[in-house]
């Protein structure tokens, strides 16, 4: 039980529970769509950017397991005025906390605040797409990739 | 009232004993192996056979004239007798080694599928395995013949009535599903044949989930051509049967080219190989035949009615334990459905009940089961999926209970 806790964590319950900035952003200059074949999960992501990049809003509609509903919650509140390349610099640091074979470091865990709470799915390489697929999808929005991404 | 003749009952501890991967830990917890509708375990029997060949008797079969060459031979084609014994076919010549059930039905949807022409109709039903869509949806595209789809009840059942409506002389093939993969449900293949005969079509009998729980009668059935999967009948992966009329496969042109499918080669005619060979182009997997006996050999050996009525009573015990879980659906309730329990929970995706139940040493399958228009009838993106075999007991049932009840916990 206590490594399912690692996993399933008060945190990754609660936004998979009831996710944050889950709405439609009527507003939204970016936009793109993500699905995760393999499993069905679907996400769909609105972003508003300023001129100089800086995200505005940032918020998702879709279904999916708790994992990928958590982190995508989660990835919205923390993105929500972050400028353009700091926001890159996060998701590439989110992505690799889930997929790299290194342990991360102590101090990639510090820089990823909150969401180290996520390295728990590392033991857990069949559900490493489940917590990406939101992080890959605004990474589309914000390079204004029409296609939907696909985490195949 | 006269007793039915007893069937001896199947001891499934002297079974489990029997299958070497199942005595390990995972995550600390002893595996409980629950996903027998993907890939069954295999006896150490199965693994003896195709290991002894490899030792004893390895070499190229149907070509050289040396001793190791004849008795592979021998035991390739000795195989293929019991396969014939096992689905009651008439004749050696009528069984087909192939790769498994998908290769078996894109044999027949390239082979046969050259008598199909433009506003023809291939009749399947909404139950199948996408290995059961996309061969015939392909055929379509290529011929401009159209695919029609039989519906099923909330039960997970073949609505009778709506798919003989669907019959008529444009049927030229129909091709349905045995036993549903993610719902379990049991279709009568013997009255969908005898129906599909009476219009003219041709019936393929999808057979991957049915071999390891039912006794199953070719001819009883009357299908035209039966395929299944090795792998899902404790055998090794990478063969499978197609079985096929003899009269259909005579007039059915070869669909793969190569060495042993001929008789006769020139550069102005080849001459094809007699029955079945002429649709076993190239060296075929040696072993797998092999491993596949050795299978057939062990669930004979237990007894297919033995093997069902123990299935059963997991099947009737599970239902009911998960069903007293809160918020626990059961998908696919269809009468006489065999050896699988689909659910869903509510508030939680299938994944994490996998996840979860994994980590507490319990195999299951969450997803679609490559039957993706199953869960749009349902409304559902996916299930979690416990399918049972031979070896599982009653004790594997309570470990998967208790896994589950955990995930309501950890959900709750
Ligand atoms: C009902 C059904 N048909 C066909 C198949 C395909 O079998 P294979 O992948 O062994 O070819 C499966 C396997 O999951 C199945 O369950």
New interface residues.
Partial sequence: ?S??RD??QEVI?DH??NPRNFRVAEDANRLANGHNP????KVRIYARTAEDGTIEDVAFQG?????SQASTSMMTQILKGKGEAEARELIARFVRLITDRAEPTDDELEALGKLAVFAGVRE?PN?AK?ATLGWHTVSAALDRADDPVSTE | MTAAPAVKPLDPTKVRAEIPILHQEIRGNPLVYLDNAATTQKPAAVIDAVADFYRRDNANIHRGVHTLSQRATDAYEGARGRVRGFLGAAEDAEIVFVRGATEGINLVANSLGRSIGAGDEILISWMEHHSNIVPWQLLCERTGAVLKVAPIDDTGALILEEFEKLLSERTKVVAMVHQSNSLGTVNPVREITERAHAVGAKVLIDGAQATSHRAVDVREIGCDFYVTSAHKMFGPSGIGVLYGRRALLEEMPPWQGGGDMILTVTFEKTEYNELPHKFEAGTPHLSGPIGLAAAIDWIEALGLDAIAAHEDDLLRYGTEALSEIPGVTIVGTAPGKSSVLSFTMDGVHPHDIGTIVDQEGVAIRTGHHCTQPVMDRFGIPATARASFAAYNTREDVDALVRAVRKVAEVFA
């Fill in positions: 039980m490594e399912l996993l399933y319950l998979g529970k393999l499993c069905g999960d279904a999916g397991c708790a994992i857990y559900r489940c």
